[in-house]
Structures are given as C-alpha cells and as structure tokens.
C-alpha cells in the first residue's frame, strides 16, 4: 500500500500541477461570481440567510425531537428505516439487502455520504456493480480519480483530459465537444438504467413533520435513480433533518443560489414513500439509511456548529487556499474550509494539520448560506488539537506567545528582525533566515519600519503634551 503524502507535499504536488490551479481557479471564480450575482438578486437575502441558520440552529438543538418525528412519519409512508452508527454499519445494510435480494446492478446518485463510507467498495466486493449516473461522477468513475470539489467532482480536470478518459474507457470516438460528450454520457447511462435494480442517493434535506425526502439535481439522473431501479436506498446524515415542510423553501432558495448560482436546482424531486398502487413509477421498496458515523460526538463536542452545513460548496469556491491547491490536496473526502473542520472531526488526528492549512481570511464566512463562523471554528479546533502538534512548535508558539507580552522583548525581536532581514530595497524581504525560510519562500516579508508605531504614538502623545 503507497503512504500517503504529508500535506506539504502534497500542497507542493498541487501548486506545482498549472493545468489543475488553472482550471480549479476558472472555475472557483466563476462561481464566486454567479453567486454574488445571483445572491444580489433575491429580496432581502440577509435576512434569509439569517433565517435559514437559525433553522438549522433550531433543529440541531432538537435533533432527537425530529428523528424520531422523521422515522415515524417516513415509516408511515412505507418507508423502511435503518440506522447505521457507522460506516461499517451502513455499508453492511445496504450489502446486506443487495446480496438476500439478489441485486446486481446499482445507479447511484451523487452522494457525498456514500463517498464518506466508500460505498461503492462494499457494494463491489460482494458483486454489485455501481454505475455513477451523476455526469461529473460518471467521469471521476470512468477515470478512476475522486472527486476534488463536494458539488463539481471534476473541478480539477479540463475537456480535454475528460475527452481522452471517455475515449479510453468507453471506446468512443474522441471528441472534445461539450455536448457530444454529454449524448454519449448519456447514451451509456440510459442502457445501464434499463437493466438496472437498485438505485442509491443522498438526501439534501429530510423533513420531520412529512417523512418526505428531498433531492436536487441538475442532470434529472436522481429522477433516473428513483424511479427506475425495484429498490431504492437513501443515504442520509442525520443532521441533514429539519422541522417543517415551510422551512424547504427557504433553505432550496439558498442552497442552488450558494453552489452554482442558479435560482433553483433544475430538478428539485420530493419523496414520500415507495411507488403506491396506481402510481405510474417509483421504487417498490425505499430503504432510508440513517448515517451517525461520528455526528453525535460532534452534536455534542465542542463544535456542533459544524453540523449546521447544507453542503454548497460556497465556501471552497471563496477560500483563497482551495483555489491554489485544488481539492485532492486535502486528501479528504471534504475538502476547503468545511472539510478542514469535518474530516478531522469526522476522521480523526490524521487531519489534525487540515484546521492549519487556512489564512483565516473570512471569506467562507462570508459566503456561508447558514452564517457558519468557518475561521473561528478553526481556531478554536486548532486550540483542541494544539497538545497533538509537534513538540518544536509547540515550543516556538510558545515563546513566540511569552515575548509578545514582554515590550522589552518585543523591541528587541523588532530590531533583530530589522538587521538581520535582508532587503529587496522597497521595504520588503524576499528570503528569511531560519524559521522565516518557509514563509518568504512563497510571499515577501515587510520588514518592520525604522520609526515604530509604538513609537510614533509616543511621540505624538507628547507633542499634543
Ligand atoms: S460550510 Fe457553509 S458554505 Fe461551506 S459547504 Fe457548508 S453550508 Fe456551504
């Protein structure tokens, strides 16, 4: 087994790859824009956004309340419902009811809770085959990649590189048309959904007081999913609940605004139950699996407000960091600002680095539907996982902390910075010594004034005097 590469490495594989900084930086900026655009449009989206945290806000505090509600009113539709603790438990459900009922060809939705429990690893082990329906999927799949972006999989890849995998993988006739790639896409997919019999999605919202499941889309393949295949399975974490059939709207307004810029998700698609008779279509059965895999302990932790998410992906598009380094760098199913805060959540010390790896600029905040504070959450998980960090940095941030509190020590530090600090002739440095190597490595360095503030306020002070 190849060990994985440490984050710096693997920040260095990214920045030095042009091709996918360019194309992820194309992307990312557009729709920065579309959202911007789109967000300006709507009447009084602060408040909406307001009102959207604090149903999410809401709902967590009374998670309990409303599963119970959920499974309830679900199993009242005809519904059956499954809870899984953990991956392990979810993915033995679902290959559970694909082996005693004998199914063999599964279409799967995008779903980023499936790619959390590595579904398509359990389902293929015990002889299923699962065809990604989702286009960008489809290609991630085809290409043998991962996805690099929670709403746009292949954000990282160009047409032209998804132009040669379809010619490799499907012996079509290469071609680096959009909408030809698209037909043939297409044309592959409609005949695994004729002979499919399972069908798997995420979910983007459960709702309590109905039972009802609520998908969005942008390629009607969830649509395909549902309807097609004899058994359907929903994957839902358990946070993505909430209350009440009046809080979908306000929550679907911001959540296609958010990701992609559009007004709406081009198939919005409610679920109430499996196919009842005299229904033209929909699964005869539909399994709901309940995923906790680690969202308890974080509803209960230190950092609940992490749950609040709704998976837009407005925050990756915003970070200045995802945009230079793209998503695999991150080596998480999550990545950008939220991902820097679930997967070592979610996953544990291997990601303690992840909370460092940000400028805690503020632009996820700002972007965030349901006004997640991203940059203070990782600081207070960088100060959880502080004791965890190398002996040597902890030992410099905390002299680095001491001298800041000693004026003395702090002039000091000032004019040896000054000295020693070799200068480009406008102020700056361009090349650090020792512990500032690192950093003048990719950014200049001001170098401290001759006149310090702390100075020059003194004698200001006693002028006025
Ligand atoms: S943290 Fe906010 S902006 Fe980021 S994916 Fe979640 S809801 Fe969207």
Wanted: charge should be positive; glycine fraction near 8%.
């Amino acid at each position: 087994m190849s060990r994985v590469k440490g984050l710096r490495a693997r920040i260095a594989d990214a920045t030095e790859n042009r091709r996918v900084v360019r194309a992820v930086h194309r992307a990312t900026w557009h729709k920065v824009d579309a959202r911007v655009a789109a967000l300006g449009k709507l009447r009084h989206a602060e408040e909406l956004r307001a009102r959207a945290a604090r149903i999410r806000q809401h709902t967590l505090e009374n998670l309990p309340r409303y599963l119970e509600q959920f499974v309830e009113r679900a199993e009242s539709l005809g519904a059956r419902v499954h809870f899984a603790p953990d991956a392990a438990a979810a993915c033995r459900i679902i290959t559970d009811l694909a082996r005693t009922q004998g199914l063999k060809l599964a279409v799967k939705g995008k779903s980023m809770t499936s790619e959390e429990i590595r579904l398509n690893e359990a389902l293929e082990a015990v002889g299923v085959r699962v065809v990604e329906t989702d286009l960008g999927e489809f290609i991630v799949q085809i290409d043998h990649d991962r996805p690099s972006h929670i709403i746009t999989p292949i954000i990282h890849k160009d047409r032209r590189e998804v132009a040669h995998a379809m010619a490799r993988e499907l012996g079509c006739e290469y071609t680096e048309d959009p909408t030809e790639m698209t037909k043939i896409a297409r044309r592959y997919l409609r005949d695994i959904f004729r002979h499919c019999d399972l069908g798997i999605t995420g979910v983007n919202f459960a709702v309590a007081e109905t039972g009802t499941l609520c998908l969005l889309t942008n390629e009607g393949n969830g649509r395909m999913t549902i309807t097609r295949p004899r058994v359907h399975v929903a994957l839902l974490g358990i946070e993505k609940i909430i209350p009440r059939l009046a809080d979908l709207p306000v929550l679907l307004k911001l959540l296609a605004r958010s990701s992609t810029g559009q007004p709406m998700g081009v198939y919005t698609t409610l679920i109430n139950g499996p196919k009842r008779p005299g229904d033209v279509d929909g699964p005869e059965e539909l399994h709901v699996v309940l995923l906790d895999n680690g969202r308890s302990d974080i509803l209960t932790g230190p950092l609940p407000e992490v749950l609040l998410c709704v998976r837009c992906g407005a925050c990756l598009n915003a970070c200045p960091a995802y945009r230079n380094i793209g998503g695999h760098a991150y080596n998480s199913v999550y990545p950008g600002p939220i991902g820097s805060l679930l997967s070592p959540l979610l996953y544990g010390h291997a990601y303690d680095e992840l909370p460092r790896a940000s400028s805690l600029c503020g632009a996820c905040r700002l972007a965030c539907p349901v006004k997640i504070d991203i940059p203070d959450l990782l600081i207070r998980l960088r100060a959880l996982t502080r004791d965890r960090q190398p002996w040597s940095k902890r030992v410099l941030m905390r002299a680095w902390g001491r001298a800041m509190q000693i004026p003395w020590f702090y002039r000091l530090g000032q004019s040896l910075l000054r000295e020693f600090l070799p200068d480009n002739g406008e102020g700056w440095s361009e090349r650090g010594p020792g512990p500032l190597k690192d950093w003048t490595a990719s950014r200049d360095l001001l170098r401290p004034q001759a006149l310090s503030f702390r100075r020059l306020w003194e004698e200001e002070l006693h002028d006025e005097r």
